[in-house]
């Protein structure tokens, strides 16, 4: 493949922002690939790992002369970050984020970038539980979904250049408004990750039921409530604080599911639970056909090396 992008600059370098740098290395998708992020130690694993040819002491030196600006810090970060960026970024350059929520990031960062500059938020929806410059692989991105948000007057061209970045990736990509994408994520990802959460938070305040039963038995379902529940702390954080209205508008619906549930369980309706069971169950065989997993029993989490 051919570069796309000359000069690179990465905000961030945890899971997301360095499987972009391994993606675009294995591909050859830029001339240069910019790194920056708060810890000293981050930034040195970055340079040691190799995912970036350079990493700077702050945001502002790194996006110099860069065409691709990806900003990979929590959403609650993200008009921090933007407001320290402005002055330093080349005219004509794409701004873009990977944060989850996309209506919070187009208010919190759209008002700070100057004219000229693209800004088109984006969300790949590809990730592991594990964070940090040493999660990143290659891969990550490979037959998965990366949603673009582009506002109404952004450049075409700058749209169809960043679409192309990121199927060179190996992703699939989709555009849609931002107040769409919140809602959607709400139902795929954001409940979800919380149900999660709050399935993990009821074992652990149980006292009827051990610690070392919890982990003895996890396999039996518990296990993938763990998986999800060990994502990072911070940035879900931030997804619930900005992504608050759609969130509890898929929660309130759950709710009711789980009364239609409660009864049917109550009056010992079989034909009832069979029935929502086996319009559930497609829906898994769904995702499965679609290619976004597989029917392993370990969910088809392979992690390939850079």
């Known amino acids: 493949m051919s570069v796309i992008y000359d000069r690179v600059a990465l905000i961030g370098l945890g899971l997301i922002a360095s499987s972009m740098g391994h993606a675009m290395k294995r591909h050859g998708l830029a001339g240069h690939v910019a790194g920056h992020a708060k810890s000293e130690a981050t930034r040195s694993a970055a340079l040691e790992i190799g995912f970036c040819q350079s990493v700077h002491a702050t945001a502002a030196e790194a996006v110099r002369d860069a065409d691709l600006v990806v900003l990979a810090v929590p959403v609650g970060a993200m008009g921090e970050v933007a407001a320290a960026i402005a002055p330093y970024l080349k005219?004509?350059?794409?701004?873009?984020?990977?944060?989850?929520?996309?209506?919070?990031?187009?208010?919190?960062?759209?008002?700070?970038?100057?004219?000229?500059?693209?800004?088109?938020?984006?969300?790949?929806?590809?990730?592991?539980?594990?964070?940090?410059?040493?999660?990143?692989?290659?891969?990550?991105?490979?037959?998965?979904?990366?949603?673009?948000?582009?506002?109404?007057?952004?450049?075409?061209?700058?749209?169809?250049?960043?679409?192309?970045l990121w199927e060179?990736?190996?992703?699939?990509?989709?555009?849609?408004?931002?107040?769409?994408?919140?809602?959607?994520?709400?139902?795929?990802?954001?409940?979800?990750?919380?149900?999660?959460?709050?399935?993990?938070?009821?074992?652990d305040h149980l006292g009827q039921v051990t610690e070392s039963e919890v982990i003895k038995y996890s396999a039996s379902g518990f296990r993938d409530f763990t998986r999800i529940a060990a994502s990072d702390p911070t940035m879900w954080r931030d997804v619930f604080l900005t992504n608050k209205e759609a969130t509890l508008d898929i929660l309130g619906r759950f709710t009711e599911e789980l009364f239609v549930l409660q009864r049917a369980i109550r009056m010992g309706d079989g034909q009832a639970l069979f029935d929502y069971f086996t319009r559930t169950r497609a829906i898994r065989r769904g995702v499965i056909e679609a290619g976004q997993d597989t029917a392993a029993p370990d969910f088809g989490r392979t992690k390939v090396d850079p």
């Open 168 to 203: 060179a990736m190996g992703a699939n990509v989709d555009e849609m408004d931002a107040a769409h994408h919140d809602l959607v994520l709400a139902v795929v990802s954001h409940t979800p990750h919380l149900i999660a959460y709050t399935m993990v938070g009821v074992a």
């Open 91 to 164: 005219p004509g350059a794409t701004v873009t984020d990977v944060g989850s929520v996309k209506q919070a990031v187009v208010a919190e960062v759209a008002p700070h970038l100057p004219a000229g500059v693209q800004f088109i938020p984006g969300h790949p929806l590809a990730g592991t539980e594990h964070s940090g410059p040493h999660s990143g692989f290659a891969s990550l991105f490979e037959n998965r979904w990366c949603i673009l948000t582009p506002p109404a007057a952004a450049d075409p061209h700058a749209v169809a250049r960043l679409r192309a």
